[in-house]
Every structure is written in structure tokens, then in C-alpha cells.
Antibody
Framework: EVQLVESGGGLIQPGGSLRLSCAAS????????MNWVRQAPGKGLEWVSI???????YYAASVKGRFTISRDNSKNTLYLQMNSLRAEDTAMYYC???????????????WGQGTMVTVSS | DIQMTQSPSSVSASVGDRVTITCRAS??????LVWYQQKPGKVPKLLIY???SLESGVPSRFSGSGSGRDFTLTITNLQPEDFATYYC?????????FGQGTKVEIK
């Protein structure tokens, strides 16, 4: 079955670090464009980061320099290392796969169920 | 960053109605526009990509149009399962950005 399963969320104090994981099955993260998207409670969707199959990475301005996206091809798993966490990082974090259109990432066609991150003292 | 503005923020409609949601980009994005549906407590679902291409398995009552800065999502013959929040997203340039969402409510 093709699916994504996130883990690693929880309650963390401001300034702390957390690493989210997203285990993929049924396809390879190494040959796809993989993303993290977050949604604060009761709010809209915010794109966080993408990693290309070639390894290029891009970030939202709000997390650049604090978050790092990576993958472990041998484990078929996507990661999001989150440092210097702030209250405004509190959200459900989803990993998602991009469709590929003419060799370029497009809409997000496969989503995990999400993992909740709460930043609070 | 490219700003995506959806209108209306919410719309009340009845089963069988036709609903139109618009999305405007602050810069031209060609056809790099995506639409999602999200129901309460559920994961977003891809409906339309490349502005007008219907994702596999999505009912044909959903359609998308537009290019450049102005885009439209149309739902014809609204069904009970279509009551949800809809988001547009630009995939033209990073950082990708979403609209604020449009909630389709039961009238």
C-alpha cells in the first residue's frame, strides 16, 4: 500500500529541538519530491519545505535557518529537524509527496495523517 | 513571496447548487495552480493540478480554470460530501503559498 506515516511530534519547550519522521511505503522517497506542510490549530495550510530527488532543498522564510529537511534512502524515510522552536511553530505537521509535471514538482497527491507539534512552556 | 487570495472566505450553498471559488495570485503564475479539499479533522485531498487537470478519482463535477493571476474552482451539482474547506496553492516558485481557504457550508 502506498502511504506516508509521520511520527516524532509532541510537546516541546520554546527554544527546544524536535525531529519529525515520515516513513514511506509503496514508493521511494529518493526518486520523488517530498514536502512538509503544517497547519496551526484552526488555521490554514502553510508549506514548510521540499527536498528534490536530486537533493535540492527549499524552505519557507518562517523556518529557514531553523528547520532542515532530509531523507534516509535506506530507510525510505523523510525527516524534518526542527531547532529553536517557537510558539508559532505549534501545528499539525504533514509530510506529502509532490506530483511530477514535466520534471517539476506540482500538487501534493499523497499526504500522511500528520503529527502534532506543540511548543509551550 | 507570491500571495494567494481566495474569495469568498465562506459560502453557503444547497445540495445541487453550483459553487464558484476564485483565487488570485499577486504575480503571474502561468498554470501552476493547485486546488485541495479539506474536511474537518481530515487530511487535505488534491482535486485539481496545473489549474485545470482533474486528479485521478476526483468526480467530474469539480473543474478548474484560469491562468496568469486569476483562477476558478467550480463545483457543479454540489453534493453533501462536498461541504468542506477548499484551498488554492501556487506551485510556480518557492516558497509555495496557499490561499487562506474557502469554507463551503450547508445553507
Amino acid at each position: 500500500e502506498v502511504q506516508l506515516v509521520e511520527s516524532g511530534g509532541g510537546l516541546i519547550q520554546p527554544g527546544g529541538s524536535l525531529r519529525l519522521s515520515c516513513a514511506a511505503s509503496g514508493f521511494s522517497v529518493s526518486t520523488n519530491y517530498m514536502n512538509w506542510v503544517r497547519q496551526a490549530p484552526g488555521k490554514g495550510l502553510e508549506w514548510v519545505s521540499i527536498i528534490y530527488s536530486a537533493g535540492n532543498t527549499y524552505y519557507a522564510a518562517s523556518v529557514k535557518g531553523r528547520f532542515t529537511i532530509s531523507r534516509d534512502n535506506s530507510k525510505n524515510t523523510l525527516y524534518l529537524q526542527m531547532n529553536s522552536l517557537r510558539a508559532e511553530d505549534t501545528a499539525m505537521y504533514y509530510c506529502a509527496r509532490s506530483k511530477i509535471l514535466a520534471g517539476t514538482p506540482d500538487g501534493l497527491d499523497l499526504w500522511g495523517q500528520g503529527t502534532m507539534v506543540t511548543v509551550s512552556s | 513571496d507570491i500571495q494567494m487570495t481566495q474569495s469568498p472566505s465562506s459560502v453557503s450553498a444547497s445540495v445541487g447548487d453550483r459553487v464558484t471559488i476564485t483565487c488570485r495570485a499577486s504575480l503571474g503564475i502561468s498554470s501552476w495552480l493547485v486546488w485541495y479539499q479539506q474536511k474537518p479533522g481530515k487530511v487535505p485531498k488534491l482535486l485539481i493540478y496545473a489549474a485545470s487537470s482533474l486528479e485521478s478519482g476526483v468526480p467530474s463535477r469539480f473543474s478548474g480554470s484560469g491562468s496568469g493571476r486569476d483562477f476558478t474552482l467550480t463545483i457543479t451539482n454540489l453534493q453533501p460530501e462536498d461541504f468542506a474547506t477548499y484551498y488554492c496553492q501556487q506551485a510556480h516558485s518557492f516558497p509555495w503559498t496557499f490561499g487562506q481557504g474557502t469554507k463551503v457550508e450547508i445553507k
